[in-house]
């Protein structure tokens, strides 16, 4: 079983940043991919970000050259650095991770973003 707990959500303006955070309770390395989803009210949750075991790395158009994903193997953690925040980019944030040596995939609780004026 793996757990994950993200956090960091919360209210930014138009223009503004966040950076959301996801704590695995199993070696961040040994998932093969470790990616950030998110769901707007009434909307399908769509991928937002990924990255490999190598280290490549996949972003939605939305949110290319806006949104970083980065891992930190030392603490287990996936962070989701979010710049020049748009109304759009409202959902609730959900962390997961691929572990095939636990079963497949886990899904953290979600933290919801809220961009507006």
């Known amino acids: 079983q793996v757990q994950l707990v993200e956090s960091g959500g919360g209210l930014a303006q138009p223009g503004g940043s966040l950076r959301l955070s996801c704590a695995a309770s199993?070696?961040?390395?040994?998932?093969?991919?470790v990616a950030w989803y998110r769901q707007a009210p009434g909307k399908e949750r769509e991928l937002v970000a990924s990255v490999r075991t190598g280290g490549s790395t996949d972003y939605a158009d939305s949110v290319q050259g806006r949104f970083t994903i980065s891992r930190d193997g030392a603490k287990n953690m996936v962070y989701l650095q979010m710049n020049s925040l748009k109304p759009e980019d409202t959902a609730v944030y959900y962390c997961?991770?691929?572990?095939?040596?636990?079963?497949?995939?886990?899904w953290g609780q979600g933290t919801k973003v809220t961009v507006s004026s």
């Open positions: 199993r070696n961040i390395f040994t998932a093969n991919r």
């Open positions: 997961n991770a691929r572990y095939p040596l636990y079963g497949g995939d886990y």
